[in-house]
């Protein structure tokens, strides 16, 4: 294994550490510091996928986070990874690469079929194809995607662990080229606490790959330096291998970082990747440039890529990926990659656009024998799995058409560079505002946004020196604005490069063979294989503005977020309508600015930390005894226990049965519960709930109902004196939370002055609430107190020890049986359930679920605020007049029950509902209408909101929301189905069991 | 995204608040006397102004306490935070 292409010396790899990979199954060797895309080039691969639609062959065009076409799937099974970028990836012992989109193999694609079939492929093909019929859309669809495509997504769970962190600094540097190491130099020596992010692993930019020089030092030299330096310093925090996302309001950014991608077998303790939350009081964006390609006939085959990129993997890699170069230019900057390639042994043709070039350039060319064709451009290439040669023609003065015969070429390698596009894209996040800037024919940082700075080749400035200077100034100043004031040296005197980048000439594209217009193959967006015909066609077409175009092309909407391409689009779209690109404008960047994995964005919230569970102290009492749960809120609650595979149905009529004939237990732990307390605490009451509190005995419990101030019922609960000022207020399980905060907010925002102190208690108690007719004998053989009828009355609490623990037994109920409820503290929770299981025996007592509290309630017609309610009843539709004080002068809704609407008769009541044919259980939520029409729209009069079977009863019961319920007692309605049915129904009241309350009271 | 000052806390994440709509709306002294058009305005109306805009904020992971903010509806920047209590700050100094 030998690579071809590898240079015996330089760059930043490490020879004496080589490495094995696979790529498409095959072995390769690379060395340590390559990326994935450096080492296939070394062993002269360069075919790397085929593209998204035509199925072209591609290789790689650029050698960074911009890389539109060398994407590969990356590992196996649960590890693979769609897309990721050759140019990122680093290369370690072991890796396995494969190429996408192609099948059977790269080599040979099938798919490439498409390509011949091109001309009737254009823009909105698909769409304008696959119209008819209408419904059949999601048919084709299926076999478009399957065609069309990038890399496939994993199919199982991703075993790898992803953090992430918020992180706060002064001043946040994104870039760590030689601007970006320079302003956050300048920042950390004023004092401020400094965050530099870099993508790369090596930091530096592009100057690393250059022979620049800064205070007489090679570019590197000073680099290595600065680095140094900053890793020195406390203030400082250095990422590399970190890419900033996203931009949001008020400096707000979030950054990814590989953490172990790069690392072979990662079973180190280090997640794969840290999601960086980072709000920083100034940021300085030093993200540079990308080099925009050129726009001309067959310019996306393997072995065409940036010029820039192939100074990079000269320097930094030691790779020469061709030998007898071709360099298509608009600009000086890219003759310095001329030179470097002579340098190395290649021999280099330069295609010029431009009519002159300065004496400058011509000097450089003579002196290294750089043969030249000004005036030219590169009309057309050739070669099938890539480039072999390449054919050129003399261009007119005004660049509209050709002039002189047609020359070809042969080459292993095309290079274009077409000027440079600074990365706005994180800027525009930020809101800040860009400007097309004739100059360097692309667009610049216009209106920045508060605390932001650009600065450098991000900020439209090429020249080095300059750009320094900026830098060291930004440096200093977004240190100051934090407060960070010392005194710094002017760190920078001399800096320049070989060869600056000033001009570029705009040829929106160049002509080829074939018109333009005629589905030629002048490639724009390289992802998403769109062509300058296709802006044509979208222009033809009336989708001229700049979004419409986008949308129309899909270009610019990969997952490169058209990096490379979106300039051109908008240079050919300027050509066509004949107005200046400023004023064609250009689409908004949205984040992330590179492809970022989900496992990042969710972090550690996922699986059981997706959304918290709530437990009780009895849970896995409940697992152990088969109970099915059910989710309430964030708790889990036993729904029902079923026995011997019982159904459901008959695992709640025997719960019923058996709460009602003997004794049943539930876990009514979840139940919210306040602690309220202070000198003012019953005049408060007074005003969160609809009923008088101020002659509550102490030990005694009442049921009250609360209202907004809209006058709608939204909880309700048994609040109990505990003592003098001290209450404990019971809230509806899933409105604990809700019933808290509302509290909180009326003492203090309308009643600062009251001395009232809630405090929730709702996981400090375990509650086990015992009922039917023997739980009296069950609660008694547990404790030395006595608890008759007398000594623990209907509505009274009594703090007695039960089991030998210190509990408080109130006497409520809310199943209509004699019910006790034993609130222990939650750490003996499981202890005193134990017990009372085991003293129930006896008594054949039965753990009943959540479903058959629900049916024993209903039997006694108590509402369950939430399901009987939705937020527009008030105490009088749900027939609780009896529980709204007539005396009390003020309660929070009390107003609102003598507003029109609320006090008007035909509001829609709480009824009681029986169905005619004795045994249909009415699906809840069904539609109750008076006249029933033979299909939709019926004129609906209500709806039903809790429908069982009673076992105790024998027959279905249901209640209901029904316009003049409360006159209607006795009427029939009638409630369709959805099956068409309609059912009968009689109108009763909504108590259908015990309804003097005997068995409670007693 | 911000850092929001807690009166109570001082410098917090966004993360840890949240806003409950308009501030400075207070409940009618006596609701029984207040005819239903008052009370209407009490309930449902609200200024949402472009611009200043006066709004209660809890700091709901930490203190718990409701407090004012003075917040710049088209820049979504906050000016002053101040407890609940204290009067209205001048819409002067945006």
Known sequence: MFNRNRLISGGSIDRNKPINFKFNGQTFKGYEGDTLASALLANDVHLIGRSFKYHRPRGILTSGSEEPNALVQLNKESRTEPNARATEIELYEGLEASSQNCWPSVKYDIGALNNLFSRILPAGFYYKTFMWPPSAWMFYEYFIRRAAGLGEAPKEKNPDRYEQKFFYCDVMVVGAGVTGLTAALAAARSGANVLIVDEKPEMGGYLLSSKAKINNMDAKEWIKETLSELNSLSNVTVLNRTTATGYYDYNYITALQKVTNHIENSNSKLPRERFWRIRSKEVILAQGAFERPLVFSGNDRPGIMMASAAQVFISQYGVLPGNSITLFTNNDHAYTVAVEAISKGAKVVVIDLRSNVSNEITKLCEQNKIETYNSHAVTSTHGSKKVNAITLQELSNDKQSFVGDAVTINTDLLLMSGGWNPAVQLFSQSRGKLKYDDQISSFIPDVLVDNQYVIGTNNGNFNLKQSLIDSLNAGISAAKETGNKKDIEEFISEASEPQEFTTSEVVPYVLGSKPVTHGSKHFIDFQNDVTASDIFLAQREGYISVEHTKRYTTTGMATDQGKTSNVNALAIMSHIQKKPVGEVGHTTFRPPYVPQTFGAMAGRNVDQFFDPQRLTAVHQWHKDNGAVFEDVGQWKRPYFYPKNKENMKDAVNRECLAARNSVGILDASTLGKIDIQGPDAAKFLNLIYTNAWSKLEIGACRYGLMCNEHGMVFDDGVTTRIGENHYHMTTTSGGAARVMSWLEEFLQTEWLDMKVYCTSVTEQWTVLSICGPKSRELLASLTDENIDNTNLPYMRMRPIKVCGIEARVFRISFTGELSFEINVPARYGKFVWDKVMEAGKQYKITPYGTETMHVLRAEKGFIIVGQDTDGSATPSDLNMDWIVSKKKEDFLGKRSFVRSDTARENRKHLVGLLVNDKKTVLPEGSHIVDEANKKPPMKMSGHITSSYHSPTLGYPIAMAMLKNGKNRHGEIVLIPLMNGKVIEATVTDSVFYDKEGARQND | ?94
């Open chain 2, 1 to 94: 995204m911000f850092v929001i000052k807690c009166p109570y806390c001082g410098e917090r994440d966004q993360t840890e608040f949240s806003c409950h709509g308009e501030s400075h709306i207070a409940r009618p002294e006596n609701p029984n006397e207040v005819n239903d058009k008052e009370w209407g305005e009490y309930l449902f109306f609200r200024s949402n102004p472009k611009g200043i805009h006066y709004e209660r904020w809890t700091h709901d992971h930490g203190c718990r306490q409701w407090f004012n903010v003075k917040r710049h509806t088209v820049t979504d920047k906050i000016i002053q935070t101040y407890t609940m209590g204290e009067s209205k700050p001048e819409d002067n100094n945006v």
